[in-house]
């Protein structure tokens, strides 16, 4: 049980070094893992993104049926009433989590929708490795109520930002270097960095993150990672 567990809070750091809540899923049949998941809600800017939502998808894929009576889900956290609503209606058989989440947990740390349906026969068992799934919750909301700004560059009137999520000491020099010209700019890391950069837009651009390109909007974009010494963020501006 606890290694399952324990492979999920794997997946929950993904979700951590990605900016998202921690939280990490598996599915396992047989003994084996089907599928596995962490939190992309703020990566894919989507609020069904939960990890155990995109889990339970992935199992259903590779078993080509909807129907999951014959698998358990791990998860560090206590499902949300969303998640909850995913695994009755999967016919999941068993539901381990980790932490209690008193806010909003459906599994009786809230409320619990398991027992609010008599047709439900998921079995569901809290409080896996209840201490280590509390302390990476922790953790994790301790380092954002640390978070500081640590950097700011201005070029022609152009202003980046920098939050670290971690106790930053005074004086702490910039953690990048800017180059740019009328079309582009290049954000170069001097040192691992964990956090948000924030470029703001003052026209659509396309911006290249750790080797994907996307289209950006104007106005202002957020990105949060896990970025390396000498890795690099390119904005290039769509002509006018």
């Not at 893992?33 to 259903?60: D, G, L, V």
Request: hydrophobic fraction near 40%.
């Amino acid at each position: 049980m606890n290694k399952f567990m324990q492979e999920a809070l794997k997946e929950a750091e993904k979700a951590r070094l990605a900016g998202d809540i921690p939280v990490g899923c598996v599915i396992v049949k047989d003994g084996e893992i089907i599928a596995r998941s962490y939190n992309e809600r703020e990566a894919k800017k989507a609020p069904t993104a939960h990890a155990e939502c995109i889990a339970i998808e992935r199992a259903a894929k590779a078993l080509h049926d909807w129907r999951l009576s014959d698998c358990d889900l791990y998860v560090n956290l206590e499902p949300c009433a969303m998640c909850a609503g995913a695994i009755i209606n999967a016919r999941m058989r068993r539901v381990y989590f980790g932490a209690y989440d008193g806010e909003y947990g459906a599994a009786g740390g809230k409320i619990d929708l398991f027992t609010e349906f008599s047709g439900v026969k998921t079995c569901v068992l809290g409080g896996i490795m209840e201490k280590e799934c509390e302390k990476t919750m922790e953790d994790f909301f301790l380092a954002l109520r640390q978070r500081k700004e640590i950097a700011e560059k201005t070029e022609d009137g152009y202003r980046i930002t920098a939050y670290r999520d971690a106790e930053v000491k005074d004086g702490e020099e910039a953690v990048f270097s800017v180059s740019c010209n009328e079309s582009s700019i290049s954000l170069c890391f001097q040192k691992a960095f964990l956090g948000e950069i924030i470029l703001p837009m003052p026209q659509s651009a396309y911006v290249t993150v750790k080797g994907e390109k996307q289209k950006a909007a104007e106005g202002e974009l957020k990105i949060k990672g896990n970025f390396s010494n000498q890795e690099r963020i390119n904005i290039e501006f769509e002509k006018n």
